[in-house]
Nanobody, 115 residues
Framework: QVQLVESGGGLVQPGGSLRLSCAASRSILSLGLMGWYRQAPGKERELVATITSGSWTNYVDSVKGRFTISRDNAKDTVYLQMNSLKPEDTAVYYC?????????WGQGTQVTVSS
């Protein structure tokens, strides 16, 4: 079906930036909606950002103006550019895709924001 592999996480200082990547095992042109979720310690998993096949995007209010989701169809990859990172952004970030009624998840990549 579709395998999703996240990369790009790491440790950054507050105010720093990271770019997460989600590589899909097949063409993402057939995936109508892709996105990023995150789960912080002791917190529920929350939706961070989504992007449609037509490149419509939306974001959770806490990351608006700081995060940008994008897609590169030629590389079958979705990105999450994260700027002005805050300690509360610390979480495992998961790539997600919806193909009709089927939902796919990546394994996650750790993002830690700490001074």
């Amino acid at each position: 079906q579709v395998q999703l592999v996240e990369s790009g996480g790491g440790l950054v200082q507050p105010g720093g930036s990271l770019r997460l990547s989600c590589a899909a095992s097949r063409s993402i042109l057939s995936l109508g909606l892709m996105g990023w979720y995150r789960q912080a310690p002791g917190k529920e998993r929350e939706l961070v950002a989504t992007i449609t096949s037509g490149s419509w995007t939306n974001y959770v209010d806490s990351v608006k103006g700081r995060f940008t989701i994008s897609r590169d169809n030629a590389k079958d990859t979705v990105y999450l550019q994260m700027n002005s990172l805050k300690p509360e952004d610390t979480a495992v970030y998961y790539c997600n895709a919806i193909d009709g009624a089927q939902v796919y998840w990546g394994q996650g990549t750790q993002v830690t924001v700490s001074s």
